[in-house]
């Protein structure tokens, strides 16, 4: 079902394709109970015509953001009515993503250029459902990026009805850079997002980009509504035990890592009795002693052994007993 209480947007986990799939979504949850998770783009052709169950989550896992990628609105709305029969609490369109796999498929930071299309989607997906339609984008791509390119994106996109947007702080260069090289050449430009703040104060906006501590999130979160964090909470993910308390005013005590993984035991004994590998999970869980001196042994013994065929929860064990805490 979807989430009956509001949804708090203080803190997010971005969608990242091939990361945040749903072993790391619930990995995530059990260090943060008020995060919003996104799930990994998936396009409206592959929930439409694929094979498989590209909507599976755990219950665990709510609140929880479905990304859409996708410009033919006849279809977005068909795959948002799923996500919301399905207990999705909030769908997301990508207007960030540069991928040329995406361009060809006319969407993801392409679609930045075309804001009455991005427009006629959110309205399509807003006519079908009830949870938020939001989008996520970025300041800019190519040679269009003045601010005026930005709130042009914005004012088109939310006289349909979408009061929420998360803004990757820097530009897409649609050609000639990798996705990977979008995410770390073209700069930050922070004062953008502050400033599209303070024009559209009735906007929910939240910043991305660059994020990778509790204190930048906090100085963030003067000027804007809401942080994604994207990598760092994945490369990082013991940095979730701080958000519920140091960002979203719960009163939670701070879990250990040790309460982490036994929390997570259950979890990886029922994957691997359905027939479930296990270094399927144990991938999004290596970072989990990131900055501890013994995190080099747990990412080590996790590596060599965890995709051994056969590889069962004593491998988790045995990679937590050579860690020095
Ligand atoms: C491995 C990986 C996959 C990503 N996949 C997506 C995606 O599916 N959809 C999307 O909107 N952004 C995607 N992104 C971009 C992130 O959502 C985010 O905007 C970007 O990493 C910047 O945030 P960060 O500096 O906190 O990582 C991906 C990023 C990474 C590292």
């Known amino acids: 079902m979807n989430s009956a209480k509001i949804i708090d947007r203080t803190f997010s986990i971005a969608p990242m394709l091939d990361w945040t799939d749903r072993h790391y979504r619930y990995f995530a949850r059990i260090m943060s109970k008020q995060a919003l998770l996104y799930t990994e783009m998936v396009t409206t052709g592959a929930i439409l015509h694929g094979k498989g169950d590209y909507l599976a989550y755990n219950e665990e896992e709510h609140p929880l953001a479905l990304q859409l990628g996708g410009s033919n609105s006849v279809e977005l709305a068909k795959c948002a009515k799923i996500a919301s029969d399905r207990g999705y609490d909030e769908i997301n369109l990508n207007v960030g993503c540069p991928s040329d796999r995406v361009q060809n498929g006319r969407f993801g930071a392409c679609l930045m250029a075309e804001p009455e299309l991005v427009a006629e989607c959110v309205d399509a997906m807003k006519q079908v459902?009830?949870?938020?339609?939001?989008?996520?984008?970025?300041?800019?791509?190519?040679?269009?990026?003045?601010?005026?390119?930005?709130t042009q994106f914005i004012d088109i996109v939310q006289a349909k009805g979408c009061t929420d947007f998360t803004i990757h702080a820097r530009k897409a260069?649609?050609?000639?850079?990798?996705?990977?090289?979008?995410?770390?050449?073209?700069?930050?430009?922070?004062e953008r997002v502050y400033l599209l703040k303070k024009d559209y104060p009735h906007l929910h906006l939240s910043l991305n980009g660059g994020i990778n501590s509790i204190e930048q999130m906090k100085s963030h979160l003067e000027h804007?509504?809401?942080?994604?964090?994207?990598?760092?909470?994945?490369?990082?993910?013991?940095?979730?035990?701080?958000?519920?308390?140091?960002?979203?005013?719960?009163?939670?005590?701070?879990?250990?890592?040790?309460?982490?993984?036994?929390?997570?035991?259950?979890?990886?004994?029922?994957?691997?009795?359905?027939?479930?590998?296990?270094?399927?999970?144990?991938?999004h869980i290596i970072g989990l002693f990131q900055g501890l001196p013994g995190s080099r042994n747990w990412r080590r013994y996790l590596s060599e052994n965890a995709h051994k065929q056969g590889a069962g929860i004593e491998v988790i064990k045995t990679a937590f007993s050579k860690v020095e805490l």
């Open 129 to 150: 459902v009830d949870i938020p339609v939001t989008v996520k984008t970025r300041i800019g791509i190519d040679d269009f990026d003045s601010y005026e390119f930005l």
């Open 173 to 190: 260069w649609l050609n000639g850079l990798s996705p990977k090289e979008n995410r770390e050449i073209p700069p930050l430009d922070y």
């Open 224 to 283: 804007v509504d809401g942080v994604m964090v994207g990598r760092e909470a994945y490369n990082n993910p013991f940095i979730l035990s701080q958000v519920d308390s140091q960002l979203c005013g719960i009163d939670a005590s701070v879990m250990t890592r040790a309460e982490v993984i036994e929390q997570m035991m259950p979890y990886i004994e029922r994957h691997l009795k359905q027939g479930g590998r296990l270094n399927h999970i144990t991938r």
